[in-house]
């Protein structure tokens, strides 16, 4: 090998990136789309339907477990956001040797109790991001080592550049290959902080499974004991054992409250915590969207009378630092306008790391004469890696919208549909020859994506209407992200048709 | 074993060797080494010491990635690296006394 840096670097650059590619970009495509997480989960729970929340929810929401939930040790009631109209209370009932919990998800305006088709929504990729599926069998592992990876990709890419800057302003267009290097070059530059941030904030936040070697050696339960050393809750609730009655008009609190969140719908969660004891306490908690913290500021008040009670003090350094990372991986503080650009960065890291992958595969075969079997895996693994998977996506939608609404394991079913999908492409792109495998795969899922707006709209109309009625902008905004979708697909396999003709 | 692997091929394994196993033990020795430098060099309570060494620790492991490919040879890099564990090690068992 050359010990010259910068050629050490652009090898180092070419094989870390080969090795985990495919990996890199399902992990970024699917974490890309968890921005939106709560969005996707409300257009594939479209029961919930589209009617604004009226104001009425949390004094409602508490008469009816006032009812429902008599005698229980806690009771929760998760709001419904300008994101995502899902209102859902849950109880827990003591009971031996195994509490029971019940939940209940209400319509937001006549508050009785619906039935949401079985799904896990946008959460599906969340989960997929960094478990892989595999979430047993170390997938969380192979989603650290990928983090590991594009930080080497990351570095060894900078000093790739000969010329950093003139590079960022030369497109050449004459030469397709060029054309994608000059792109690759591009939108590296502009993703450097946001792919930096990303993948840092990622190895942070496991470092109790990827670096326990310290902790485990300085405390005797590991990661647990030293969590509880830095982190600060709210003091453990204690029994009085004396029966009493939970506060259920919630005005009172809510004027505590507005003092200090001022801001509008400050609170995303209410729980009661033994309501039906006389110690028992009421915790709000905030949204997210006032602090770059992944931490969740809560408020305590008693439930018997409502006057405010101790709260919890602020964390250690430490354990703030690897919360700040924590929360601007989940970004969960983004505005919509935020939360689109942050958006727009994920999908031009997914363009990087699918550009680099063709680049690899057309720089080489550009080169050699005779193709060794390398070459034929790789270009077969781009096609499923890249287009088999955007597939796999609209193959989830699908079995979210078609399959009969009381099937058992229904939520298990999507994932399998989606996961079959990806093995279908896989196949597909092994028994075609690889140009025609490229065009075809892009048609199918060019024509699946624009189709899907139409198939829900068949299947009932009433959600689209609604959605258009009372202007849900969520609902509406999925859609028109299909059809966007679609229509790149279609235009990206017109002009490599025309380029192949 | 010479004669079936080239010396490139050694060299290669070698250096992947280092960036992985050897990087990740070197990461290891620093979550270990660096407590004691955190509480003594800036007063930081025992926990803080171990939560920030074990959060640093991947800077240490992300330049031992990079120097096990850019040093002159495999070699060299492995002794690197096996001399900085060593030294951390030290800082570690020093703090423990």
């Known amino acids: ?501 | 074993m010479l004669q079936l692997f080239s010396h490139y091929q050694l060299e290669i394994t070698a250096r992947c060797l280092a960036a992985t196993v050897g990087a990740y033990c070197f990461a290891i020795a620093s979550s270990l080494g660096m407590v004691p430098v955190f509480i003594n060099l800036f007063g930081s309570l025992q926990a803080d010491a171990v939560y920030f060494a074990t959060l640093y620790s991947y800077f240490f492991g992300f330049i031992a990635i990079i120097w096990s490919f850019c040093q002159r040879s495999a070699l060299l890099a492995w002794r690197d690296i096996v001399m900085a564990c060593v030294i951390l090690m030290a800082l570690h068992f020093w703090g423990t006394i």
């Open chain 1, 1 to 501: 090998m050359k010990p010259d840096f910068r050629k050490t670097m652009i090898w180092l650059h070419t094989y870390s990136g080969l090795v985990l590619g495919w990996l890199l970009l399902a992990i970024f495509v699917t974490g890309t789309l968890s921005y939106f997480n709560h969005e996707i989960s409300q257009w594939m729970k479209p029961e919930l339907g589209s009617k604004p929340v009226s104001s009425m929810a949390i004094n409602q929401s508490l008469q009816r477990l006032n009812t429902d939930a008599s005698g229980a040790i806690n009771w929760r009631i998760n709001l419904a956001t300008s994101r995502n109209n899902h209102l859902k209370l849950s109880w827990t009932m003591a009971n031996k040797p195994k509490n029971i919990r019940h939940s209940q998800t209400l319509d937001s305006q006549s508050f009785q109790p619906i039935e949401v088709r079985d799904t896990q929504g946008g959460n599906f990729f969340r989960t997929f991001h960094y478990t892989l599926q595999l979430r047993d069998y170390g997938g969380r592992y192979f989603a650290g080592i990928a983090a590991m990876m594009m930080l080497v990709g990351i570095f060894s890419g900078i000093f790739t550049h000969r010329r950093f800057f003139r590079d960022f302003f030369t497109v050449r267009l004459n030469n397709v290959l060029k054309t994608l290097t000059d792109l690759h070059a591009v939108v590296g530059i502009i993703t450097i902080p946001f792919c930096f941030i990303l993948s840092v904030s990622a190895l942070f936040i496991y470092i109790s499974m990827y670096m326990p070697w310290s902790m485990d050696h300085h405390y005797d339960k590991g990661s647990r004991e030293l969590n509880a050393l830095v982190s600060t809750s709210l003091p453990a609730l204690i029994p009085a054992n004396i029966a009493a009655k939970p506060i259920t008009d919630f005005t009172v609190i809510l004027a505590q409250v507005q003092q200090q969140w001022p801001e509008q719908n400050a609170i995303k969660r209410i729980s009661y915590e033994l309501p039906f004891d006389a110690n028992g306490r009421i915790v709000v908690s905030r949204h997210k969207s006032m602090s770059l913290s992944n931490k969740t500021q809560v408020l305590a008040f008693s439930s018997v009378d409502g006057h405010a009670l101790t709260g919890a003090e602020s964390e250690r350094t430490a354990r703030m630092l690897r919360r700040i990372f924590y929360g601007l991986h989940e970004a969960l503080f983004a505005s919509a306008g935020l939360r689109w650009l942050l958006f727009f960065m994920g999908s031009a890291s997914c363009l990087l790391i699918a550009s680099g992958m063709v680049m690899w595969l057309n720089k080489r075969l550009a080169k050699v004469k005779q193709r060794h079997l390398g070459h034929y895996l790789v270009e077969r693994l781009n096609i499923a890696g890249i287009i088999g998977l955007i597939l796999a996506i609209a193959g989830y939608f699908y079995a979210n919208r078609l399959l009969d609404f009381n099937l058992a394991q229904r939520a298990d079913a999507e994932i399998s549909v989606f996961l079959l999908t990806w093995l279908a492409a896989l196949t597909y792109s092994f028994i075609r020859p690889a140009q025609r495998a490229w065009l075809e795969l892009l048609l199918i899922t060019a024509i699946a994506y624009l189709l899907l707006p139409f198939v829900d709209f068949i299947l009932n109309p009433q959600w689209l209407l609604q959605a258009w009625q009372y202007n849900n902008w969520v609902y509406l905004g999925v859609d028109l992200a299909l059809l966007t979708t679609g229509s790149i697909s279609l235009i990206f396999y017109c002009w490599l048709r025309g380029r192949n003709n």
